[in-house]
């Protein structure tokens, strides 16, 4: 089974994953832990996927806790690495 999708409801789409991500983004950056990093965020049909290095579960559980309660997602992706610290 195919589903076709016309050119405009695919830039429609795109527009909403676009501004989807961007809702992600500003929410870790206002965030007062995941703020202090920098993070990468893809969006596709309400599924956001995360991308970057955390220092520790303490800031993933954070960063994934804000993608969640986004407005408009509907699942997240875990792409993040851990980063390890030098002594």
Known sequence: CST????????LQASDD???AS?????????PLAGQFTFGVDA??????IY???PSEEVRARVLGV?????GVTGVV???YRRETRR
Not at 6 to 11: G, L, R
Not at 23 to 31: A, E, G, S
Not at 44 to 49: A, E, F, I, K
């Open 52 to 54: 970057g290095s955390v």
């Open 44 to 49: 596709q049909g309400g599924t956001v996927t």
């Open 4 to 11: 076709w999708v016309s050119s405009s409801e695919e830039s």
């Open 18 to 20: 676009q501004g989807l």
């Open 78 to 80: 875990d792409k993040m």
């Open 23 to 31: 809702d992600v983004i500003n929410r870790l950056r206002n965030d």
């Open 67 to 71: 993608a969640r309660g986004t407005p």
